[in-house]
């Protein structure tokens, strides 16, 4: 009964490499996040997603592309993957992202994600 | 423009009290949250505090100063699992979460 799950906990891959991360809500929540912490433990929000449609987009490198089948899943596709991109990346979900009620965040467990 | 701040890195004793601070600047605010983030794990809801004042649950409590811009998370009665990072982070004017780099709680016996 896991409420937002990701898929790899763990990803090791090559430079130039192409990968995808998966993440999926039980919650029903209306919209979900990805962000990068970096070693640093900056928490960066890189996209969001409300029903099925992008409504945040940071100025992060077009290599990143997130897709949202339907409203319980969005996934992390990234391209030519640089050293740069070593990071733990976490999806979150939460009820709505405006309003007048505040958007309490569950986070996925993370994906570590290292480049060599 | 937006800025947020905390402390890198606090020590406390056990069993004792520790209150974490956090400043930020920001032209809209929607309220401002404490997540705590155990090593390896994911961060997890502590507080939200949209109003001035102080909000209680349990050994913690959140305290919010709008017209400061400044916030505290107080930690009473401190226990060896409480060792983690302490996030911060504001809703601004287009709800957006804007985060602070975290304080990193260690407690000693």
């Known amino acids: 009964d896991t409420a937002v799950s990701q898929t790899p906990k763990y990803l090791v891959t090559q430079m130039g490499n192409d990968k995808s991360i998966k993440c999926e809500q039980n919650l029903g929540h209306d919209t979900m996040y990805w962000y990068k912490q970096d070693s640093k433990k900056f928490l960066k929000i890189m996209f969001s997603?409300?029903?099925?449609?992008?409504?945040i987009n940071e100025t992060v490198p077009n290599r990143f592309s997130p897709k949202s089948p339907d409203k319980a899943h969005l996934n992390l596709h990234i391209n030519s993957l640089e050293l740069g991109d070593s990071a733990v990346y976490f999806c979150a979900s939460s009820q709505d992202v405006a309003g007048n009620t505040y958007n309490e965040q569950f986070f996925g467990p993370g994906t570590r994600l290292t480049v060599l | 423009g937006q800025n947020i701040d905390q402390p890198t890195e606090m020590t406390a004793t056990e069993g004792a009290i520790v209150q974490i601070n956090c400043t930020y600047q920001t032209s809209g605010f929607n309220g401002l949250f404490w997540y705590q983030q155990h090593a390896g794990e994911a961060p997890t809801f502590l507080s939200y505090n949209v109003l001035d004042g102080l909000e209680e649950k349990g050994r913690f409590s959140s305290f919010l100063s709008r017209s400061k811009g400044y916030s505290y998370l107080l930690l009473k009665e401190l226990q060896m699992k409480d060792s983690a990072s302490y996030l911060c982070?504001?809703?601004?004017?287009?709800?957006?979460?804007?985060w602070g780099a975290g304080t990193k709680l260690i407690i000693k016996p």
């Open positions: 982070a504001f809703l601004d004017s287009n709800y957006q979460l804007i």
């Open positions: 997603y409300n029903n099925k449609e992008l409504i």
